[in-house]
């Protein structure tokens, strides 16, 4: 069942479902699929900050992106299963 990326809890990783638009052509959900956010991409969430969890660390790969709970929100994933 996918989740939206600000609810993954804290070191956990998920796979990418789909990155939603919320207006049509929205560049925000363009730039997330460009930099990387797309569908089967393994993603983990390294660390939230101090004042209301916002930005998120995310990290694709070797690459880290901090991302605001708003922009996160538009990403969809699925938990990866506990080992």
Do not use: C, K, W, Y
Request: charged share 25%; proline share 8%.
């Amino acid at each position: 069942m996918a989740i939206p990326l600000t609810e993954l809890p804290f070191g956990h990783e998920a796979d990418v479902q789909t990155v939603e638009n919320v207006t049509p052509d929205d560049p925000i959900a363009l730039r997330l699929r460009d930099l990387g956010f797309v569908a089967g991409e393994r993603i983990r969430l390294v660390a939230r900050g101090p004042v209301g969890a916002d930005p998120l660390l995310i990290q694709i790969g070797f690459t880290r992106f901090a991302l605001r709970r708003s922009e996160a929100a538009r990403v969809l994933v699925e938990p990866a299963a506990a080992s």
